[in-house]
């Protein structure tokens, strides 16, 4: 390589080190900001105040759900803390008990959770119906959803 | 013909699946077309431009 | 200044010597583009199962996720040529990322529609503000930034210099992407093929992808190959136009 080239290699390396460093920088300042959901385990520890708009995601809690009509009552698990989740509307197809769910709305007083929208999250497994049932009586898929629940 | 429908309707997904499929044909062949086109063009004035270059330099070696 | 680096050029990036070459690669990658898509789409469409949570649904995920791919892909290899095109200067290198820009837009843009589609029927949402989507859509703008700078200048040589720069001052975004789902939580999943513990798709869901996976890898290099002969001949007549404009 001629000199030049190898000066300019030298700077490009320095640069692009820099900028790897300044955004990393940045993005561990703005780590607040960047997540898209609190857990329950968040929510309790960080005394939210009732009535400011957040993001509260979790697992819903087997055997929780229960509609009356278009309300539907359900509970938001990260296996530590839960928070009890009230919500008017339609539901995404893929809300399920034992399975992810974000939920958007406000904290009441009471500690209950106001949600104005459910969004359902799904996992990173794939696979044939006859494959999920297979695995179910073998007894190896105890929680289709255990990446789910994210680390407090 | 119920097969075919029940193809379509993709348990009733259908109307997610399809556009998507349809876009990313759409954005193939267009990626593919316009390639082809400019590439076809240029060529076509690349001979153009070569072809009056070797007419220049002929009548430039012929006058000197 | 343009004329001056001309009899260089035409020895290393000789559009007929180019041409040459890609005509010995191109039928194998366009044979290997149509027999990919071909049987990936059947796969895709006729003879892989449903997904046991999705449904039918699970289909869109056979070309959003080679989108995805693509649309990083394409990116690290125009940031890599980029990065050649300022050190050593190499007149293909800087062609390069021109010729595969449109590409890695488009396929950027299917990897965003096709997953709102997906989204809006699974997650109840067409689009959120994760830090996935909101990455991913930042990847679309660069692109896009790219070329809208890399046309702004009279001189291409410019264009084609500032647009190297953009590129790699982007390249930050690829880590963000792909670990995005890792460093925050986000609304979308996790990796499912690049795992530690290696795909957690079903084989008979993990076929289809592979096969389109490749046919867009195969779409790609044939078209790119024909995008950068068209480069260097765009190059070749401007240049023969600047030399007849001198006389």
């Known amino acids: 390589m001629t000199r030049r080239g190898k000066r300019r290699l030298q700077a490009l390396t320095l640069g692009m080190l820099g900028l790897g460093v300044a955004t990393a920088l940045a993005l561990t300042a703005f780590r607040d900001n960047i997540v898209f959901f609190y857990s329950p385990s968040d929510v309790i520890a960080d005394h939210i105040n009732p009535g400011r708009s957040i993001r509260l995601g979790g697992m819903v809690e087997k055997d929780s759900v229960k509609r009356q009509g278009d309300v539907t009552e359900f509970r938001v698990t990260d296996t530590s803390r839960t928070i009890g989740v009230t919500y008017r509307g339609q539901l995404p197809d893929l809300f399920r008990e034992g399975q992810g769910v974000v939920t958007e709305g406000t904290l009441s007083p009471d500690g209950n959770f106001i949600a104005r929208e459910v969004l359902a999250k799904h996992d990173e497994k794939y696979m044939p119906p006859e494959v999920a049932s297979a695995l179910k009586r073998a007894g190896e898929q105890t929680h289709a959803t255990s990446t789910l629940v994210e680390k407090p | ?64 | 200044m343009t004329t001056a680096r001309i009899p260089l050029l035409h020895r290393y990036a000789n559009p007929a010597v180019f041409g040459r070459l890609a005509s010995q690669v191109l039928p194998w990658t366009t044979g290997a583009a149509i027999l990919l898509l071909a049987l990936g789409l059947y796969f895709a469409l006729f003879s892989s199962p449903p997904d046991y949570q999705q449904g039918n649904s699970v289909r869109i995920m056979y070309v959003h996720v080679p989108a995805a791919i693509m649309s990083e892909v394409v990116y690290g290899m125009m940031a890599a040529a980029a990065a050649a095109g300022i050190i050593w200067k190499h007149a293909l290198a800087d062609l390069f990322v021109k010729a595969a820009a449109p590409l890695g837009a488009a396929f950027t843009f299917i990897c965003l529609v096709a997953g709102s589609l997906w989204g809006k029927p699974m997650w109840g949402a067409w689009w959120v503000w994760d830090a996935r989507l909101t990455s991913e859509l930042i990847l679309f703008f660069l692109y896009l930034g790219y070329l809208a700078l890399v046309d702004a200048f009279d001189d291409p040589q410019r264009g084609l210099k500032a647009g190297a720069i953009l590129v790699l001052v982007g390249v930050v975004d690829l880590p963000i992407i792909k670990f995005s789902v890792d460093w925050w939580n986000t609304l979308h999943q996790p990796a499912s093929l690049m795992t530690m513990a290696g795909p957690k798709v079903d084989p008979s869901m993990l076929l289809p992808l592979i096969l389109m996976i490749g046919g867009f890898t195969a779409f790609f290099i044939t078209v790119v190959m024909l995008r950068l002969e068209s480069e260097l001949l765009a190059r070749r007549i401007r240049a023969w136009r600047t030399a007849a404009g001198d006389e």
Request: proline share 2%.
């Open chain 2, 1 to 64: 013909m119920d097969d075919l429908m029940t193809f379509l309707a993709m348990g009733g997904y259908g109307v997610y699946v399809w556009p998507a499929y349809g876009l990313t044909a759409l954005a193939f062949v267009g990626m593919l077309g316009w390639t082809v086109v400019t590439l076809k063009a240029r060529r076509r004035e690349e001979q153009g431009l070569a072809a009056a270059g070797r007419i220049r330099r002929g009548r430039r070696e012929a006058e000197s």
